[in-house]
């Protein structure tokens, strides 16, 4: 069909085309928040002897991440070089994207046997335990998982810092429990739902048996309802990889950017700039994983305009 | 030549408002978790208000340091000595009014950014709507940490950033919502009654979708929290070591929660309490946001009463689907 | 017990040589819901012949759609068969599992849906939607299916059928959709055909297009069809016979020629006073009073007694059998008298 796929393709060259904006007001925001930061307008008084510099105006402020951006080359102290912002990029991707992957495997099938099967304990009992996963905070999630799977039973060695795949496996679960618990909930309600509909019965009379009906005519309707909730969860899915890293020291985004209270607090090269740096990062992150989510939509999702 | 009764299953004159108003709480039982959901908050409510009032303000006691759960101390003693339960205690009226705040600020804003879209439409539905995409894509809790950085840390604050940054899932459902009223024939004869903008905003489309967002406040309070949990995780300054003392105004028990792994090994209570705590207020949240919303969908059907008093059915074939 | 069966078959019709397709006999339904059990269908007995037009008529909420249904154990959640037996090619459809029911449906019994925007899966292309029968039930390959249900779409009058196959449910108009639906329950040649208010949602000029379609190629296989529907009008054009159903009874059954002429049960008189005659149209319309009741309760008395302007004691506490009035005129009420019978029946 030429004209779905035209439409298909007009619908994210415009997505595409809105992220550099959008990531510009984002720098802009950034530095303007910065303004607002009594910690940073007040950093020179520090020293005693020396009068308080004048603070830089704000387009200095705007130049100055613009260009740290576009040379991926930040930071005073310890440099951040190009290498490391990359390689920090890498990692978090492999985390969030890993994360997603397994916890759609895992939570989907949950999710619709759960739909299904109303009655049966069992899968009520899962899905129930898989929401109660998400609601767990991922600091305490990673502790939990460290001290069940390597000090308690010992199946992954236990091991702080990135390099062999046994360590991708506790970040990537910790993330993954905090989405199990939402893609359970909303395939489950969105399947229940789609299970109800007139044309799933016109299916059934037409012989097909119950893997047949999830299969052709359930699935794609339930995984269009789950699509549209996955969207405002992907900042918080960004988050949760931020506190993996932390608890278990992986040199991701959110290890490099060193994002806590002192950073904005008192600011290693102008709190403006390391704001919007950290905003151009995740916004970024989050854009893409939201434009990948609308790619799928319109792929599933015939009606969608 | 078709008939000209046509009657309505529903509408009958034996359907009284009692009935509807029991139908309505059984809807809302359905497997009775809502309600137990609703008493446990309920129950929370009441420890956060009177425990202030009844326990003092733990006090450090090194020689009572890291105790296990006995009567004295029922949920165990911290670091310094300090009785955890006390601590949980005192530390829950402020993350009950974290997630009561942020959910608050984040459904009004929602509510106001979406009717106005839904209501108004041309020009002004899409720069909200554009507006409301973006929100969508900046990372949240950055800008909210940097709210609390900048204004202090407080319940109040924490709640604040969080409303301040998460009402876009509201407004985008605010606005569908308001657009189906808005497509329905009752907002023409609104229209053609004369009424006002403002009029119909409030008096049609709001009444009509209040239902709807009671129970998005519901789910709301639940995912502030969370964020909450990392939003406070993502900054080490205001995580004491279990027990630590902590700022004036920042005894929460979220703050309890990011025990780290010291307190796994040797003194497991410490871990588990107040994310016990933490974890059933949430689950109860989402329980009485489950029963809210099948009071919303009378047409889903209900699961067959635990105690089933009809009589036991002779089946020649069980339902199927 | 058997054989009691085999009698009170071969005893209903009075063509030994015509043996009905389907036969249904003492079909009771419930539905649990929130506010107690429904009783939906309450013992209904009917039997459709080969190449027969059986039409089901009555308000909305008297039991017809649950009836065909529950046949093909396509209830809802909380729908139960309660009792009663559908013999279809010598096997009760009632005790089979949904295993092997599933063989039956589709392949035996086809079902012609209401034209909602709903009949069809918005997510899947309609051609794949009708094929899906043949596929099912393996009756031939994915490549002949495609092949077949072209041809079967353009007998079908859908113009540029090859580009329709691959059209979505909400790129074709409601009579396209209407046509679609009849393709799909007939493409695979079933014996009977259950078509649930088939042109309801449509308007009259494609109502009666749609209706010409689905005669004609039905007479042309000799598919016996069970219509449910409220409009008197469409029944009378279309049906041999007529079954009459309210509270989830049969109230009376007739072929259409007599069920037009000499209408005898007071629910089918209030029906034809309450409908527009064009031979008389300066009648005024007489609507039955009170409204169709919700079935709580197991029917005591006739479900119709309430608002029936004969109703004496009796009607409200024995459930009236169905007896018959003349040959193949059947007619559930104490008032009428039975063929037999040279008294009406006794009223104390």
């Known amino acids: 069909m030429p004209g779905k796929r035209y439409r298909i393709i007009r619908v994210i060259g415009l997505r595409i085309a809105v992220i550099p904006m959008l990531l510009c007001i984002l720098i802009i925001l950034g530095n303007a928040l910065g303004y607002l930061n009594p910690a940073a307008t007040s950093q020179s008084s520090a020293i005693p002897g020396l009068s308080a510099a004048k603070p830089a105006p704000f387009w200095h402020s705007v130049y100055t991440s613009l260009v740290a951006i576009g040379t991926l080359h930040w930071g005073t102290g310890p440099q951040i070089t190009r290498e490391l912002v990359l390689r920090s990029l890498e990692i978090s991707s ?4 890993g994360s997603l992957f397994v916890s759609a495997v895992v939570g989907i099938p949950c999710g619709i046997f759960a739909a299904l099967k109303p009655r049966n304990p069992l899968w009520q009992a899962v899905s129930a335990f898989c929401v109660l996963l998400g609601q767990v905070p991922p600091a305490d999630m990673a502790v939990i998982l460290i001290f069940t799977f390597s000090l308690g039973w010992h199946l992954i060695p236990l091991s702080y810092g990135w390099g062999s795949v046994a360590d991708a496996i506790l970040p990537i679960m910790t993330v993954a429990c905090f989405n199990i618990g939402y893609m359970v909930k909303y395939t489950e309600s969105g399947m ?16 097909a048996g119950t893997a047949s009906v999830v299969a052709h005519h359930a699935l794609r309707p339930a995984l269009t309802g789950l699509l549209t909730f996955l969207g405002p969860q992907t900042p918080m899915t960004l988050f949760c990889t931020v506190i993996a890293e932390q608890a278990f020291a992986i040199p991701g985004i959110g290890t ?14 102008g709190s403006g700039t390391t704001l919007s740096i950290t905003l151009f990062i995740f916004g970024l992150f989050i854009m893409v994983l939201n434009l990948l989510i609308d ?4 792929w599933l999702n015939p009606l969608a305009d | 030549m078709s008939f000209a009764a046509i009657s309505d299953w529903h509408q009958r004159a034996s359907h009284g408002r009692k009935r509807r108003r029991r139908l309505a709480w059984r809807r809302f039982c359905r497997n009775g978790l809502p309600v137990i959901g609703l008493a446990y908050i309920a129950l929370l409510f009441i420890v956060a208000i009177v425990g202030p009032f009844v326990t003092r303000q733990p006090t450090v006691n090194i020689f009572q340091a890291n105790l296990s759960p006995s009567w004295a101390h029922p949920f165990g003693t911290g670091q310094y000595g300090q009785d955890l339960l006390t601590q949980i205690v005192r530390g829950l009226g402020g993350t009950l009014l974290i997630g009561v705040t942020g959910a608050a600020i984040s459904v009004a804003i929602g509510l106001i950014v979406g009717i106005a879209a839904g209501v108004f439409g041309g020009i002004i539905d899409a720069v909200l709507m554009r507006f409301t995409d973006f929100a969508f894509s900046i990372p949240t809790l950055i800008i909210a940490l940097f709210i609390v950085v900048v204004t202090g840390f407080s319940a109040w604050n924490v709640g604040l950033s969080i409303g301040l940054v998460t009402w876009a899932g509201c407004a985008r459902m605010a606005r569908g919502l308001a657009l189906s009223v808005r497509n329905g024939t009752l907002m023409d004869s609104a229209i053609l009654a004369g009424g006002s903008r403002w009029y119909i905003a409030t008096r049609y489309v709001l009444p009509q979708i209040a239902s709807n967002m009671i129970v998005f406040f519901v789910f709301q309070v639940a995912s502030v929290l969370f964020q909450s949990t990392t939003l406070i995780a993502l900054d080490p300054q205001y995580v004491p070591l279990t027990g630590g003392q902590l700022p004036p105004g920042s005894n929460l028990l979220l703050n309890l929660l990011n025990g780290g792994g010291g307190s796994y090994i040797g003194y497991r209570w410490l871990f588990w309490f107040p994310l016990g705590v933490y974890c059933s207020m949430v689950i109860a949240l989402l329980w009485i946001g489950d029963g809210l919303q099948a009071l919303l969908n009378p047409q889903q059907p209900l699961p067959r009463r635990w105690f089933a008093t009809w ?8 339902a199927r689907g | 017990m058997a054989d009691f069966v085999v009698e009170a078959r ?3 019709s009075n063509d030994v040589s015509k043996q009905p397709v389907l036969e249904v006999r003492d079909l009771v339904v419930q539905f649990e819901r929130a506010d107690g059990v429904v009783h939906a269908v309450n013992g209904v007995d009917f039997a459709v012949r080969p190449g027969e037009w059986l039409g089901i008529i009555g308000e909305s909420g008297s039991g017809k759609s649950v009836t065909l249904m529950s046949i093909l154990g396509l209830l809802g959640e909380g729908g139960r068969v309660i009792r009663g037996n559908a013999w279809f090619n010598g096997v009760d459809l009632v005790q089979l599992s949904d295993r092997q029911l599933r063989t039956v449906r589709g392949k035996d019994i086809g079902v012609v849906f209401q034209n909602l925007a709903e009949g069809f899966n918005p997510y899947l292309p309609i051609g794949t939607q009708i094929a899906e029968v043949l596929v099912n039930h393996r009756l031939c390959t994915r490549r002949t299916a495609h092949r077949r249900v072209i041809e079967f779409m353009h007998e079908l009058g859908i113009a540029d059928a090859k580009a329709r196959f691959h059209q979505y449910p909400h790129e074709l108009s409601g009579g396209m959709r209407q046509r679609a639906m009849i393709a799909s329950a007939i493409v695979s040649e079933p014996k009977v055909i259950f078509a649930d208010e088939p042109t309801t949602a449509l308007d009259s000029t494609v109502q009666m297009q749609v209706l010409a379609l689905l005669t004609d190629i039905c007479r042309k296989r000799g598919t016996a069809v069970v219509m449910v529907t409220h409009d008197l009008g469409v029944a009378a054009h279309t049906c041999d016979r007529i079954v009459v159903m309210y509270g989830g009874i049969v109230m009376e059954e007739a072929p259409i020629d007599e069920f037009l002429q000499f209408p005898t049960h007071p629910y089918t008189l209030g029906l034809r006073d309450a409908s527009f005659d064009p031979e008389q149209p300066d009648r005024p319309l007489r609507p039955i009073p009170g409204v169709a009741p919700v079935l709580l309760e197991a029917p005591r008395g006739c479900p119709f007694a309430p608002r029936c302007h004969m109703a004496t004691t009796v009607c409200r506490e024995r459930l009236p059998a169905l007896r018959q009035t003349r040959p193949d005129h059947r007619v559930a009420c104490h008032h009428v008298q039975g063929e037999n019978e040279h008294e009406p029946y006794p009223i104390p």
Do not use: N
Request: proline share 4%.
């Open chain 1, 94 to 97: 492999i985390l969030t994207f």
């Open chain 1, 192 to 207: 229940r739902e789609v299970m109800q509909r007139s044309f799933i019965a016109a299916a059934r009379a037409r012989g």
């Open chain 1, 256 to 269: 490099m950017l060193g994002i806590k209270v002192t950073t904005y607090g008192a600011p290693a090269f």
């Open chain 1, 295 to 298: 790619i799928a939509y319109l």
């Open chain 2, 311 to 318: 009589p036991r059915l002779r089946t020649a074939r069980g």
């Open chain 3, 10 to 12: 071969t005893d209903f």
